[in-house]
């Protein structure tokens, strides 16, 4: 009798882990396994913002998939997921189809940009390596060219960041931290130099600690960084940005643009026909789609209600983690028709960055955290999860342990 058949779309921080669980939990003769996703490399979404900015090397950040998934457990396929066919239990590639008997949808997000004119075209995002790579090296052909042109061009040596999310706020932390050494290698003046931080909320980190938030502006601040709060972007070319603040419009002259004001779930999810909100699947709480009993989706494209707010779980990398252990276990008991579990978020709190050494954390939703004593949980939570991923190797190799700097 044939294996069914289990595939995983995605490598990202809960298609990952669910491969690795599955890898050590279903034996050879219990069911096949195939991993799909469009680079031979994992990489840690979480530091993407530092990889924009040029505080870490990309290297740093992407994980060989051949490291940590068994090749002879898992079998591999890098190629692009074009369409999902679920009545047919089939998988368009770009390459072929692959069917299905059981499926992991775990395809990540996307950039949202609001139909905001200009932004798609010309703004940066911080979706993946290839473009945090292109940020960095586009912030350093223009801190180049500065002294190689006349009149000097102060739009060239502009950042704007739009949104005052986490990922805006740790790339802002990061880039600040950056700015200095760009200036003493090109010549530039550090004043020159402007970091403008555009949010449409009243403060940045809507939702957050004020006395945390309170922080970390200030020490934003400290460093360079202004900070527009109440303000719509209206408009983005290639060397400007408006936005709205008050009923006034105002220009600010830029090369340098980064969207980090939205993400919504991939759209290959709601292009293939499953019920969504928003975009995602609103899942059950055995994590399988509401019409679909051999679909499980998860990470970003998955929408979980709190009970206790009425609004979704943030899809943060901590909640994909944990659901990848309910997804692998119900995986399992699905194919020995055995009972499924129901996925409980377990939030052990939420740290930001502020650069290599500063930032601010909430613990267990009572503890409080500022400066380095934020920056060590931070890297601890870093290095647990590549412990949990590939084990004391990949710790080693990977891991962050400047903890003090």
Partial sequence: ????????????????????????????????????????????????????????????TRISIKDIVNLNRVRFVQDNVLNIKPDEKKVKLANGDLHYDVLVIGLG???????????????????????????????????????????KNQARINIVVGGGGFTGVEFLGEIAN??????????????LVRIINIEGSPTVLPGFDP????????????RGVEFVTGALLKECTADKVTYEKDGRLVEIPTMTTIWAAGVK??????????????????????????????VFVIGDCALIMNPETGRPFPPTAQIAIQQSTTVAHNVKALINEKELEEFTPKLLGTIASLGHNDGIAVLF??????????????KMSDN??????????????????????
């Fill in 365 to 378: 939703n009572q503890y409080k955290l500022f400066g380095w004593k934020a920056t060590f949980m931070k």
């Fill in 178 to 191: 950056r700015v200095p050494a760009l200036c003493e290698e090109y010549d530039i003046d550090k004043h």
């Fill in 1 to 60: 009798m044939k294996n069914p058949h289990i595939v995983i779309l995605g490598a990202g921080y809960g298609g990952i882990m669910t491969a690795v669980k599955l890898q050590k939990s279903i034996g050879i003769n219990e069911a096949d396994i195939t991993l799909v996703n469009k680079n031979d490399y994992h990489y840690q979404t979480t530091w993407l913002h530092e990889n924009a900015a040029g505080t870490l090397h990309q290297d740093r």
């Fill in 211 to 222: 006395q945390l938030v309170e922080y970390a502006m200030n020490s934003l601040e400290s």
């Fill in 109 to 151: 997000f996307e950039a949202a940009t609001f139909g905001i004119p200009g932004l798609e075209e010309h703004a940066f995002t911080i979706g993946d390596i290839n473009s945090a790579r292109l940020i960095r090296d586009h912030l350093e052909y223009n801190f180049a060219r500065y002294h190689n042109e006349e009149p």
């Fill in 265 to 294: 779930a991939n759209s290959i999810v709601e292009n293939s026909g499953f019920i969504t909100n928003r975009g995602k699947v609103e899942v059950r709480k055995d994590m399988r789609t509401p019409d679909y009993d051999d």
């Fill in 384 to 405: 647990r999860y590549l412990l949990k991923l590939g084990g004391p190797s990949l710790l080693m190799k990977k891991g962050k342990f400047n903890i003090f700097y």
